[in-house]
């Protein structure tokens, strides 16, 4: 176990999945006394505790959902913090980086994991548009129809936030999205101009609670991989829904897969983004990667 890691629940995430391993995780904690415990009340805590306490930990434990770990890497990477390596146990409704990085979704496995010895280096995505309203992301980013459902997921609830949730919403939505016209400049020059169901910007190979959205994304080789998924219809995108899952949307002729450091994107007013599943500002968008900007706990192989 680090020397003096620090333990952040969101007791919200997983419709309160988090909240009801709080005993079971102040038993594992009764002999280490020197092992702080905080458990979040609102937005943003995760951001402040990690940033705060940083130089006092060696390992910032995150135990909740993309949005919880998405808090910690910003408070780890705030101006004057120190760079803790971070922890993970996946209790949230999308848990997309774990899935990433191969962590089990048994909080038990995930714990020894999370507390254990074993890092690997993560790669950070910086994005940036409005002044001031720079964030970063481990996992996934977009916009389109995706950032579309992201906003909408955010007033559901209960079973709505989890998978099933997640297609009601995307189905709902999927009614009445226009596809957007978009222009995406890459960092070698590259100039792609067209129609979009959605630009998915990946760090890591899913998104969405489980879609197998870039199926040869690695956390740690210091590139983004982007799915852009063309003028299609209605139909036609829920016919290929399945296939998300499953990494075989690749195969169809209306989506191109790229890999960069930077792109820069611009669309329609109006044109929402997303990261993490968390709503960010629109379009004017530019996103950067930052090769091995923090260390994560992974299992033992």
Do not use: K
């Not at 890691?5 to 988090?18: Q, T, W, Y």
């Not at 805590?45 to 940033?51: I, L, N, P």
């Not at 996992?139 to 609830?157: E, K, L, N, W």
């Not at 450091?261 to 611009?266: A, F, Q, W």
């Amino acid at each position: 176990m680090p020397d003096a890691p620090l333990i952040i629940v969101n007791p919200a995430a997983g419709n309160g999945r988090a909240g009801r391993l709080l005993p079971w995780i102040r038993e594992r904690l009764e002999s280490r006394r020197e092992i702080r415990l905080e458990v979040t009340r609102r937005p943003g805590d995760a951001e402040h505790w990690a940033s705060e306490s940083s130089r006092a930990h060696d390992r910032v434990v995150a135990i909740g959902g993309d949005g919880t770990v998405q808090e910690v890497v910003n408070g780890l990477l705030a101006p004057g913090s120190a760079r803790a390596s971070i922890g993970i146990v996946p209790t949230g409704s999308g848990n997309d980086l774990a899935r990433s990085l191969g962590l089990s979704g048994d909080p038990a496995t995930a714990w020894t994991a999370a507390i254990g010895r074993r890092t690997t280096d993560l790669d950070v995505a910086h994005a940036s548009g409005a002044p001031g309203r720079g964030r970063w992301f481990a996992s996934a980013g977009g916009i389109g129809f995706d950032a579309q459902v992201a906003h909408a997921m955010v007033v559901r609830r209960g079973w709505q936030r989890g998978r099933a949730g997640y297609l009601a919403t995307a189905l709902a939505q999927l009614r009445r999205f226009p596809n957007r016209r978009v222009r995406l400049a890459f960092d070698d020059g590259t100039l792609i101009e067209r129609r979009v169901l959605l630009v998915a910007v990946t760090n890591g190979a899913y998104y969405g609670g489980g879609m197998h959205i870039a199926p040869g994304a690695l956390v740690d080789d210091g590139m983004m991989d982007l799915c852009i998924v063309g003028d299609i219809g209605r139909l036609e995108a829920l016919h290929q829904l399945p296939n998300l899952y499953r990494g075989r949307h690749v195969d169809h002729p209306a989506v191109e897969m790229r890999r960069a450091r930077t792109v820069e994107i611009d669309g329609e007013p109006g044109t929402l983004t997303h990261l993490d599943g968390e709503p960010f500002h629109g379009l004017p968008l530019r996103v950067e990667m930052h090769p091995a900007m923090l260390t994560v706990a992974v299992p033992v192989r």
